[in-house]
């Protein structure tokens, strides 16, 4: 991806396959780290990514941008090339804190940049359900929320850790774990929400 950014290497030639079919992949590097520096004197460069998204986009069905946790200019980038926004936030307190910036960041993207852009909705992560803490947090979130809340809670679950680290998505490396079965379930969801605007609460 800094090649694409950086060089304007054609995003076509920096595509990698998976050995699942209909599913590829873009790189990233530690390199990348450096990009936003080397952004800031390039012309339009709130828009690079969505240039060169743009010729490919429409030979899938999604395109999915992840984003690093910081409100910088390769998150500028992805938030003006994006036509929605699903935010993560961990079940633990103080995890509110840091949306109601990453809401007004959104907010002066759709007014500037992107009038297209919505939010999908929050996904709870890291939900530890043997304690009343965890609950009491989901709780609070739902109820204090600015934004709509997906129903699915996503566990905290070694599977999900190890995945990774075996080069393997969840859903082959552990189906039938509770991480795998709860991101299928969040798919669903999210699916749904293509056939009603529930989740598109966010003014």
């Known amino acids: 991806l800094y090649d694409v950014l950086i060089d304007q290497m054609p995003l076509t030639k920096v595509i990698s396959l998976t050995y699942r079919v209909g599913l590829d992949l ?18 339009a460069r709130e ?4 240039r060169a998204l743009e010729p490919m986009a429409s030979g899938y069905d999604y395109v999915l941008l992840d984003c690093p946790p910081s409100l910088g200019l390769l998150t500028i980038n992805a938030l ?6 699903i935010i993560p936030i961990q079940c633990e307190y103080f995890a509110l804190e840091g ?13 500037s940049l992107n009038p297209a852009l919505t939010v999908q909705g929050l996904v709870l992560t890291m939900y530890d359900g043997r304690t009343n803490l965890a609950q009491q947090v989901v709780n609070e979130i739902r109820k204090n929320a600015p934004a709509f809340v997906f129903d699915t809670l996503i566990p905290r679950n070694v599977r999900l850790s190890e995945a990774p680290s ?6 082959t490396y552990a189906p039938r774990s509770p991480g795998a079965m709860a991101y299928e379930a969040l798919t669903q969801e999210l699916l749904k929400q293509e056939t009603s605007p529930r989740g598109r609460q966010m003014p």
């Open 166 to 171: 075996f080069g393997e998505a969840i859903l």
């Open 80 to 85: 003006t090339a994006a036509g929605g926004v």
């Open 26 to 43: 873009v790189p990233s590097a530690p390199r990348l780290a450096g990009a936003e520096v080397e952004m800031v004197g390039m012309l």
């Open 99 to 111: 949306l109601a910036h990453l809401l007004a960041t959104i907010d002066l993207v759709r007014k």
């Open 47 to 50: 828009h690079v990514l969505r």
